[in-house]
C-alpha cells in the first residue's frame, strides 16, 4: 500500500521506531538512522538477546528497516543524512527539542526547502518542553498509574510500555493523514505527537467519567466503573473474566450459571441496578463460579452468547499467532514481514553508495 514511499527514521527506542515499523509493514522504505558504535539506546535493552546478540526489545519494533550508522556531529555524515532528506516522503524524529538545529537540521528550514515533505516529531511532553520522554513518567503523569492495580495497593503501570505504543500508533496514523493530505495539495507538513498528549487521549472513557462528575476515577482492579458484572472471577483451577456489556448478556449469564434467582431479580435487569448492587451480584457470582473448572464455565458461557476468557499466560496466548523470535508478532495492520530488523550499519555501505536506491531491488 505505501511500496515506493521512502521513510527516514531518524527515531530511537520505541514510539518511533515502532511508528516506522508500521509504515515499513504497510509497504514503505525505511532507513534506521543511527549512532555509531552503539545504535538503538534499545540494541542494549537485555538480557534477553537472541542468538546473534540483538535484544528482544530492539527486534520488537525494527523489521522493515535498513540501518545506516551516521553522526550529528560529523560534516560527512550530515550530508549524508541530507541527501536522504532530499530523497524522502517522510522523516520521523524524537531528538530532544533544538539538538536537531544545532546540529544543522532546522525542521522549518527543510520544509521550505523540500515542501512535499512529511516531517513527524515525536516529544515526550510537547515540543516546549525539555523534559525526558519515559513511558513510566508519562503513565505517572497523566492519571494511567492512579486507576490502575488493586482498589487497596499501591498505584500500578501497565505491564506493557503502552504510552510509548500508543504515540507510536497515533503517530503513524498522523503521518498517513499528512501523506493524504500532500496527495491533494501537494504539499507536506510538520506533525508532532506526544507521549502525554498520547497517553491523556487514551484515557477515554475513564476521563469522560472524571469530566462528567468532577469526582477522581478510582483503581478498580479487575473490575470495571461502569458495568457489572465485568471482571475476573476464580474458576476451580484457573482465573476467568466475564464481561458483560449489555442487559441481554447479564440475564444469559445469570441463567448459564445457574442463578435464575438474580436472573429474574427486576431490580438487576437494568445495569444501574446491578452497579447498585455490586456487591451482592459479585459475591454470589464469585461463589458459584468458585464451583466448576474455568472449561466448563467458558462452554456453557460461550453457548449461551457471554463474553468471556480465560486469563492465558504471554506465552499461551502467542501459541495462537504468528510471531517469530527474530522478526516479533505478525503485522497488525494489513501488511508483511519482508526484512528481519537490521544490524547496526548492516547497509550502511549499500546506502552510501546508492542512497534511497538500496530498496529498487525490493520494488
Known amino acids: 500500500m ?99 538545529a544545532r546540529n544543522g537540521f532546522d525542521v522549518p528550514t527543510i520544509l521550505a526547502e523540500h515542501p512535499q515533505l512529511v516531517w513527524c516529531t515525536i516529544t515526550g511532553f510537547g515540543p516546549a518542553s525539555d523534559r525526558a520522554g519515559y513511558d513510566f513518567v508519562v503513565q505517572a503523569e497523566q492519571g494511567w498509574m492512579a486507576i490502575t492495580g ?43 505527537v506526544s507521549l502525554a498528549a498520547s497517553a491523556s487521549a487514551a484515557l477515554g472513557n475513564v476521563a469522560q467519567n472524571a469530566i462528567v462528575t468532577g469526582e477522581e476515577p478510582r483503581r478498580w482492579g479487575n473490575a470495571h466503573p461502569n458495568l457489572v458484572p465485568y471482571q475476573l472471577f476464580d474458576a476451580s483451577d484457573r482465573p476467568i473474566v466475564i464481561a458483560v456489556g449489555n442487559d441481554a448478556q447479564w440475564s444469559a449469564c445469570a441463567r448459564a450459571i445457574g442463578l435464575g434467582d438474580l436472573a429474574n431479580d427486576p431490580r438487576l435487569r437494568a445495569n444501574a441496578g446491578r452497579i447498585a448492587a455490586r456487591e451482592r451480584v459479585v459475591a454470589a457470582m464469585t461463589a458459584r463460579i468458585a464451583e466448576r473448572a474455568a472449561s466448563q464455565w467458558m ?17 499461551e496466548s502467542l501459541r495462537d499467532i504468528d510471531c517469530s523470535a527474530h522478526t516479533g508478532v505478525a503485522p497488525s495492520v494489513p501488511g508483511a514481514v519482508r526484512m528481519p530488523p537490521p544490524r547496526l550499519d548492516e547497509h550502511g555501505a549499500e546506502i552510501r553508495a546508492r542512497g534511497w536506491a538500496a530498496f529498487s531491488a525490493q520494488r
Open 2 to 100: 505505501l511500496t515506493g514511499i521512502n521513510v527516514l527514521d531518524l527515531s530511537r527506542v520505541l514510539a518511533g521506531p515502532l511508528a516506522t515499523m508500521l509504515l515499513g509493514d504497510l509497504g514503505a522504505n525505511i532507513i534506521k538512522v543511527e549512532r555509531p558504535g552503539s545504535g538503538d539506546d534499545t540494541r542494549g535493552w537485555g538480557p534477553p538477546f537472541d542468538s546473534t546478540g540483538e535484544s528482544a526489545y530492539y527486534l520488537s519494533v525494527n523489521r522493515n528497516k535498513k540501518s545506516v550508522a551516521a553522526d550529528l556531529a560529523n560534516p560527512l555524515d550530515r550530508e549524508l543524512i541530507r541527501t536522504l532528506v532530499a530523497r524522502a516522503d517522510v522523516v520521523v524524529d524524537n531528538f530532544k527539542r533544538g539538538m536537531l
Open 150 to 192: 488493586d482498589p487497596s495497593g499501591a498505584p500500578m503501570k501497565v505491564g506493557v510500555a503502552l504510552a510509548d505504543v500508543v504515540a507510536g500508533k497515533d503517530a503513524c496514523i498522523a503521518i498517513l493523514a499528512a501523506l493524504i493530505a500532500r496527495s491533494r495539495t501537494e504539499r507536506g507538513r510538520h506533525v508532532t
Open 299 to 315: 462452554a456453557l458461557l460461550d453457548e449461551a452468547g457471554v463474553p468471556c476468557g480465560v486469563v492465558r499466560s504471554v506465552l
